[in-house]
């Protein structure tokens, strides 16, 4: 315990895992900040845009318009009313126009499938062209032209990764929301342009039918509400069948959550399908925040134990300076958020806020462990 305990060690320890947390940023992260997706001119192949409702009228009057507007590609949307208890079955009557198909899932109390899984497999199969195009329906494009950047990506390759971040809205947690689903577009685009594509998220990929075919759909993780867009990619995704499109015009957008209770449900329902990731994911995923953890600690006892406080703080800065430049280049490559500020926040924040929702999960599972 002694050794531990040593001022070398501690230090060593600190400069660890500040260097691992720089590689993250320098080697993965860099890359987004530097991306610029190429525009398609080519000839694209016509595309089914699907989408899965439920109760959501007041989103398909608001958002399907934007969508049914698209331009420079031949395309449908299929539009799947799962199970709705609303007039979302009557909305969509009233939009009807020859692009748009409409698949209905009756309401039926034996039918107890959970998350949108059994509502994308019917729209994949209900679909007419084989390059197929996912949002949700609480979400919209930012241009006419969003789903021609999609379709060309997938002339390239059998997946296309898109980025969704949430709408710039005022009040403290609403921009943390913001500055964290930004971040998350930043890690799982940089690793797919690493060559380690682990996830993408459903308000805004694609993939040809043939590959949705191929892995079985989602039968490897059918019994989880979670996972019809990242554990997919998870299993479907490799090094050379994914194309990135972080073009301005290919953004989709939409409104984070209202409450940062309803938040951590909604953080704690996505993360409940990390343990079906794959290992060398897993420990890249936890790698950058475990060494965050450890810099932010071990820095703190240094300054206590008042052992090499300005090498130390120079080193805690310069991790600090790296992050948020990094980062706030990487916000650039997201046009539609114009507050970059808060990302010098957001980044001092996050680990904290994290750690808050993993301690709230591991309560939750002791709680259904005690119930058993």
Known sequence: ??????????????????????????????????????????????VSVII???????????????ILEQEGVEFEVVVVNDRSQDHTAAVLRSMATPRLKIVNIPHDPKNTARGKKLAITLGVKAAKYDHLVFIDADCRPT?????????????????????SPFVEETGYWKRFFLMD?????????SF???????????RNMGYRKETFFEVGGFRSHVSLESGDDDLFVNEAANRKNVEIVLHPDALTVSKSQNSLNKWINQKLRHISTAPKYKPLHKILL???????????????????????????????????????????????NIRTIKNKAWSLIYVIKQPFVYLCVLFLKARRRIELWKQV
């Open 286 to 332: 936890a790698a950058l925040p475990v060494s965050q953890y450890i810099a932010f600690g071990i820095f703190v006892v240094l300054l206590l134990l008042k052992i090499n406080e300005v090498l130390s703080s120079t080193i805690f800065f310069i991790m600090l300076t790296t992050q948020q430049i990094v980062f706030f280049l990487c916000l650039n």
């Open 181 to 189: 689903s930004a971040f998350i577009a930043v890690q799982y685009i």
């Open 1 to 46: 315990m002694t050794l531990f305990y040593e001022p070398s060690i501690l230090f060593f320890l600190f400069v660890a895992a500040v260097c691992v947390v720089l590689f993250y940023y320098l080697f993965f992260f860099i890359r987004f900040a530097f991306y610029t997706s190429k525009t398609h001119e080519v000839e694209c192949e016509p």
């Open 143 to 163: 241009s006419k032209h969003w789903l021609k950047h999609m379709a060309g990506a997938l002339m390239k390759k059998p997946i296309a990764l898109g980025v």
């Open 192 to 202: 797919a342009l690493a060559g380690v594509p682990y996830m993408g998220v459903g």
């Open 52 to 66: 899965a409702a439920r109760n959501e009228e007041d989103n398909l009057r608001d958002y399907l318009p934007h």
